[in-house]
């Protein structure tokens, strides 16, 4: 038998069915197990508490598989799990047999599948595996995937140094049918975006801001939009559908500018109306203040800032800097939707640095609307650090 038995009181996540044990947490280590195995996992009492993927090297030293129960972690398992997350996602609006359209599919430990996302991009499924278990158990899960979506292909982008944490190497490839090197496109509430499944960041797209790319393209008429961190361009292309007078688009990444450019053709917007910076965003709105120039509505939709418990200050100064910034460049009446994809980075917290932004640039700002997670990107009540995506919407009055 290969089993963990946790310290005392240590139980306690584990009988609410949150998903991780933190290494601090386990006592004792039986039979040996090896990256990924599936171990049992007892209380200091000896009560069984679940089924669980033991990761040796990791602070998160297991990923809980079942709470109170022993199922056998095979193919049947993951078929159910897959089973429950597309008649979840269909009963939401999306639908795997919808060939044009993209969604996450599996939403990690949202979804029963600790460290496993998968991204549906029109008939191409894109996953990423960031754990020991969802490794050792990979090809059940592709095959199980490619049987019942009916694919043209599957690509894994097992290249985030997330992994080299969890002990794994980084790897990337078609797994099943063929995933070509030109862009796939997909359509996302109407208009279409060319994504690089093999080279784009992440999975190949930022599906989680589908919901607040909508809102941005019902507010943009006739206004003057600086789309900040834009990549693919996805607010821009919003903006532009919805009646922007211009739109800049600034991003550091000349890959992502190119497909922001093709998307703009593809979709027959107006590209006279859309001006595309590679630049460092920092820099960029310093510059606009040094010169003057306003917006009637900022974009800020930057990468994480904090990346763990140590950096949040830092991180939180980086988003007082953007957002202060940002906040001297609206014109009267003007908007800002700014957010933060660091779990670490509470809303309480942001609203506070959004506040002192807007202090600090001598603005009187409202909130008007906040934003979160799309429902194809759930959160597990259990698992509050699936919540992750917040932001606002605040206006200059
Ligand atoms: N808003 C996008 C997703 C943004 S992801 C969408 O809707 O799809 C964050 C982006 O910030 C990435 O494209 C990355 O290239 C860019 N980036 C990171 N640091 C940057 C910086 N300092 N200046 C400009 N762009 C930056």
Do not use: H, M, P, T
């Given at each position: 038998m290969k089993a963990i038995t946790l310290k005392a009181g240590r139980e306690k996540s584990a009988l609410r069915y949150h998903p991780w044990i933190f290494s601090?947490?386990?006592?004792e280590v039986i039979g040996d197990p090896e990256l990924g195995d599936t171990v049992e996992v007892y209380s200091y009492k000896s009560d069984f508490l679940g089924l669980a993927a033991y990761s040796p090297?990791?602070?998160?030293?297991g990923r809980f598989w079942t709470f109170g129960e022993k199922a056998n972690i095979d193919r049947e398992f993951f078929s159910d799990l897959l089973d429950r997350a597309i008649a979840a996602r269909k009963s939401r609006?999306?639908?795997?047999?919808?060939?044009?359209s993209a969604f996450r599919l599996i939403n990690a430990e949202n979804d029963g599948i600790p460290g496993c996302i998968i991204d549906k991009y029109a008939d191409i499924y894109s996953v990423e595996i960031l754990a020991a278990g969802a490794e050792v158990h990979r090809k059940d899960i592709y095959e199980l995937l490619a049987e019942k979506t009916h694919c043209r292909g599957i690509y894994e982008r097992c290249d985030s140094d997330v992994r080299k944490k969890e002990g794994l190497q980084l790897r990337t490839g078609c797994v099943y049918g063929e995933v070509p090197d030109e862009p796939v496109i997909i359509n996302e509430n109407g208009i279409l975006f060319p994504i690089d499944?093999?080279?784009?960041h992440k999975t190949g797209?930022?599906?989680?801001?589908r919901d607040a790319r909508r809102r941005i393209g019902e507010i943009s008429k006739g206004k003057k939009v600086l789309n900040c961190f834009c990549y693919t361009g996805g607010f821009g292309l919003y903006a532009l559908r919805g009646g922007c007078e211009k739109v800049y688009q600034v991003d550091v990444s000349k890959d992502a500018l190119k497909l922001a450019k093709e998307g703009i053709m593809r979709n027959k917007l107006s590209t006279a109306h859309a001006t595309h910076v590679e630049a460092d965003v920092f820099q960029y709105l310093r510059k606009c203040r040094d010169k003057a120039e306003t917006f009637d509505l900022i974009v800020l939709d930057p990468p994480k800032f904090v990346e763990s418990k140590d950096n949040l200050q830092k991180g939180a100064r980086g988003y007082k800097d953007i957002n202060l910034l940002a906040m001297k460049l609206l014109a009267e009446g003007g908007m800002l939707a700014t957010f933060s994809c660091s779990g670490l980075m509470e809303m309480d917290l942001f609203q506070k640095i959004i506040a002192d932004a807007a202090a600090d640039a001598r603005r009187r700002v409202q909130i008007i609307e906040r934003f979160g997670q799309p429902a194809d990107h759930p959160v597990n009540t259990a698992f509050p650090e699936g919540q992750y995506l917040k932001g606002l919407l605040v206006q200059v009055v």
């Open positions: 601090g947490a386990v006592d090297k990791s602070q998160i030293r609006g999306f639908d795997i047999d919808d060939k044009e499944v093999k080279n784009g797209y930022y599906l989680d801001q």
